[in-house]
Every structure is written in structure tokens, then in C-alpha cells.
């Protein structure tokens, strides 16, 4: 595709057809070193790795304890309204991520994606752990609020990862994103597993007195500041890709962009949407269409780790699992290092023999198969409900994940470099529209589970993890023609 990795954001051609590179354009210099080699940029994907981790880590650490952290904040006034309340600390987050999510796209456009990526990893240090020293409901919600707010990195990085390397390693970049959330759903639920309520735990290394037992849920919050302060640190051996020139030689442009991404087709749709704003990348079906599965799917998976978080720590008499935030930690830990496994192992030589697409669409049958097991799970006890609860996480987090490349990948390529980063911003703005209702709507939907266990037609549990199972059969739905558009590069491809 044209301007797709290190291949695009082309330089002005001087008359023998030679790129004339801008010794004073970052991007320049950074594209000359992608081109010049055509191996894989290590460095820099470990850089947007932690960059990635750091972002996603107060997500995912957030689960094990909010339960817990609710119940303690005494907001509920019984244990059955608890989950109503603990899906509004989650939806404030992406209600934040979706009113910057288009702005941080435009800022990451003018000025740059690293200055983008530094000030996302600030806000983390910042606001993650004022959450963690919330003494009421409303600072839990602010702050998280904020963090949303300015944490402006999930767009802007899966750009940057599609540009810093080559088209033929575009797929691991845009990968390494989804892993880096793979491997933050190992540590984060371990941090909060782990590490929350420290003085109950550990009480012979945290007394009662102390900030850690007065504020019970700041140990984990402070752990991932720290990492991310690390990160931050880290960030300043991030190159920039954005090019800081205007060439008003178009047809020159495109030309370039012909010879690297070895397509005229290329070229055409790169001329043809030079002059696009962001208003007719709304007309831009091939990005809509793949933007619209992102958020459906979006929805699903963030209801679904809502509901799972607040199912399996609730009560056998509201027929959940009765685990500890400790088991859960555990559970989600163990699910994200599959994934891990699975990304960097398994899902290149699917990529490699299937394509990156094919395998969408049996990853959402059998997560729909998988998820319809799950009420029945409330029928085991002991090490027989650990180890198939463990092995069911990890399958259906190995589905999400395939999906969720797929998505990105479909977005990266219905665009050429200069529209990226709002393109992305676009779809991060719907996309945490759809992930602010989620876990809310889970929450509510939790809590009237557990209200009607005896149920109209079925139990409260199934219909629960029915209305999930609906959110992906529409999302399969719409993998099909005529919404469905494949953007040319993989249709060819």
C-alpha cells in the first residue's frame, strides 16, 4: 500500500528520480534508515512495546481489585449493586479516550508522534496514581476521567508502528501493539492481584498505619507509575516519523510511493485521498467499514473482561465463582502470557500461510462457541474449575487478539501515511465510544443478572453471557458483503 511503513511520507524526487531527502526532516532521516535496511527495526519496536504496556497497564490492572475497591469506597448500598457502580470507573476512562481521541490524532499529525507518546506516558505517572489514593467514588472517576483524557497514545503509536519498518514487517508492528497488551494482561493482573490490600495480605511488611494500609489500592497504581516513568525516560531514544515539509510536487510524491510500495494502484488512491480531510475520510468506506467491526468487537472484549472480573469474584449464591483477587490475577495473568505465546509464536506463521484477515472469522465462531460454555462453569469447584476457567481464558483471549490485529491492520491499509494518525484518532474516538458503554452497560447488566438468578427463561448467568455472545454474532454478521469492503492492498495481496 502507498505510504504504508518506512515506504511512505515520501520525500521531494530531484530530477535523475533520486529521493532528495531533508537533512532537517526527521522523518527524512528516518525513513532513509528504514529503506537503507530491510531488517527488522528491533529497537524501535521494543521502544513502542513498553510505550504500549505502560498505556494499557492501568487498564488491565484495574479488574482484579475493583470489586473490592468499590465495595470499600461504600458507594453501594448492597452487594448485589456493587457491579452497577464498578462499570462507571471503567466507562469514564474511555469516555475520556473518546473526546481526545480525534484532537490527539490531529496533534500527533502536526507536531509529531513522540511528543504524543511522552505526554500519554506523563499522564499515566500523573493520574494513575491520584486513582490509586481515591478516598471517595467521584475522585475514582475523575481521575480516571483525566487518565482517558490525556492519555492520548493509542492511535498515534499504531501509526508510528505501521511507519518506523518496512511494509513486509507491517504486520509485526501493528502485532507487537496487540502484545503489548497481551503481555500488560499478564503483569497488570498480577499487579492488581497481587498488590492490592497490602496490609491485609503482607501484614508483616505493611502495617495498617501506613500509606499502603490506609490507602489500600495505591501499592498496584504506584508500581505502574514508576514502570511508566521508566518508559517515559525510555522514550527519548523514540525516532520521529512524521515528516515536518510540505512538497507541492504531488505527482513526484506518488511516483515514489508507486516504486516502493510496487503499485500504481497504490499511487492513484494515494493522489486521490492526498487532498481528503478528515470529514471525507468519514466518506471513506474500506476505514469505516473495518473501523465499525473494531468497535463492535471493541465493545465485546471490554464487556466481556468486566463481566468475567465481577463474575468470578461474586458470591456461589449469586452463582459466580467466589474467586479471590489474587485467583482472578492469576486467571487473567495466565490468559495474557498465552496470548503472549500465541502472538509471537503461533499467529506469524497464520499470518504468513492464511493472511492476517482469513482467520477472523472462525476466531469469532469459536469465541461465540467458547463464551456460551462459560454459565455452566458455576458447576465445578476446585482444581477442575482453575484449570478449564484458565484454559477457556486463554482460548477466548487468543481469539480477541486475532481479531483485533486483523482490524488494525484493515485500518493501516485503507489509508496512505499523512491521513493515518487522524484515521486512527477516528477510530479511537469510536472505538472508546463503544468501550466507554461497555463497561457500563456490563455493569448494569451484571447487577440485573444477579437480581433475577431465577430468571424468565433462563438464569440471569446465561442471559448474561447471551447478550455478550449477541454483541460478536453481529460483529460476524458484518464481516460479510455487502457492508464488508476489503481495502485494495489485501485484496490483492
Avoid at 239 to 262: C, M, R, S, Y
Wanted: charged share 15%; net charge positive; proline share 5%.
Amino acid at each position: 500500500m502507498a505510504g504504508s511503513g518506512g515506504d511512505g511520507g515520501a520525500p521531494l524526487l530531484v530530477g535523475d528520480g533520486a529521493p532528495a531527502w531533508r537533512e532537517r526532516c526527521p522523518g527524512c532521516r528516518q525513513q532513509r534508515r528504514v529503506m537503507a535496511s530491510d531488517r527488522i527495526p528491533y529497537a524501535a519496536f521494543l521502544y513502542i512495546w513498553i510505550s504500549c504496556l505502560c498505556a494499557a497497564l492501568p487498564i488491565q490492572s484495574l479488574f482484579p481489585y475493583l470489586y473490592f475497591m468499590i465495595r470499600d469506597l461504600k458507594i453501594a448500598k448492597e452487594e448485589r449493586d456493587i457491579g452497577f457502580y464498578a462499570g462507571f470507573v471503567g466507562a469514564t476512562y474511555f469516555l475520556g479516550r473518546t473526546i481526545s481521541a480525534v484532537p490527539w490524532g490531529m496533534f500527533a499529525d502536526k507536531y509529531g508522534r513522540k511528543p504524543c507518546i511522552v505526554i500519554s506516558i506523563l499522564s499515566v505517572v500523573v493520574f494513575n496514581t491520584l486513582f490509586g489514593l481515591s478516598t471517595t467514588y467521584w475522585m475514582a472517576i475523575v481521575t480516571r476521567g483525566l487518565l482517558g483524557l490525556l492519555c492520548g497514545i493509542l492511535g498515534p503509536i499504531k501509526a508510528y508502528a505501521s511507519e518506523v519498518c518496512r511494509k513486509e514487517h507491517q504486520a509485526l508492528g501493528i502485532s507487537l501493539v496487540t502484545s503489548s497488551r497481551a503481555i500488560a494482561l499478564v503483569i497488570g493482573p498480577a499487579i492488581g492481584g497481587f498488590l492490592a490490600q497490602p496490609a491485609k495480605k503482607y501484614p508483616n511488611l505493611f502495617s495498617e498505619e501506613s500509606i499502603f494500609g490506609r490507602f489500600p489500592y495505591f501499592l498496584p497504581c504506584f508500581v505502574i507509575s514508576v514502570l511508566a516513568a521508566g518508559s517515559c525516560i525510555a522514550c527519548i531514544w523514540l525516532p520521529e516519523t512524521l515528516h515536518f515539509h510540505n512538497d507541492d510536487k504531488v505527482e513526484a510524491i506518488d511516483e515514489l510511493e508507486a516504486q516502493a510500495g510496487d503499485s500504481n494502484l497504490d499511487a492513484r488512491k494515494a493522489k486521490e485521498s492526498r487532498g481528503e480531510s478528515t470529514k471525507n475520510l468519514l466518506k471513506n468506506w474500506q476505514l469505516m467499514s473495518a473501523v465499525i467491526l473494531y468497535c463492535i468487537f471493541s465493545l465485546h472484549d471490554t464487556a466481556y473482561l468486566e463481566i468475567f472480573s465481577l463474575w468470578a469474584v461474586s458470591s456461589r449464591k449469586f452463582r459466580g465463582l467466589s474467586l479471590t483477587s489474587q485467583d482472578v490475577g492469576t486467571v487473567l495473568a495466565i490468559s495474557g502470557f498465552g496470548v503472549l505465546v500465541y502472538q509471537l509464536a503461533i499467529y506469524p506463521f497464520l499470518s504468513k500461510y492464511f493472511g492476517p484477515i482469513k482467520p477472523f472469522r472462525p476466531a469469532a465462531v469459536l469465541s461465540i462457541l467458547l463464551l456460551a460454555t462459560y454459565p455452566f462453569m458455576t458447576n465445578l469447584h476446585g482444581p477442575e474449575l482453575k484449570i478449564l476457567i484458565n484454559i477457556a481464558s486463554v482460548l477466548k483471549n487468543m481469539f480477541a487478539a486475532t481479531i483485533t490485529i486483523a482490524c488494525n491492520i484493515l485500518q493501516n491499509t485503507a489509508v496512505t501515511q499523512e491521513q493515518r494518525g487522524v484515521a486512527n484518532g477516528i477510530s479511537v474516538t469510536l472505538m472508546s465510544m463503544f468501550k466507554a458503554v461497555a463497561p457500563a452497560a456490563a455493569g448494569i447488566l451484571f447487577s440485573w443478572a444477579q437480581k433475577h438468578i431465577g430468571g424468565l427463561f433462563l438464569p440471569g448467568d446465561q442471559i448474561l453471557f447471551l447478550m455478550l455472545n449477541m454483541v460478536s454474532v453481529i460483529g460476524l454478521v458484518l464481516t460479510f458483503k455487502p457492508f464488508f469492503s476489503l481495502p485494495n492492498a489485501m485484496s490483492r495481496s
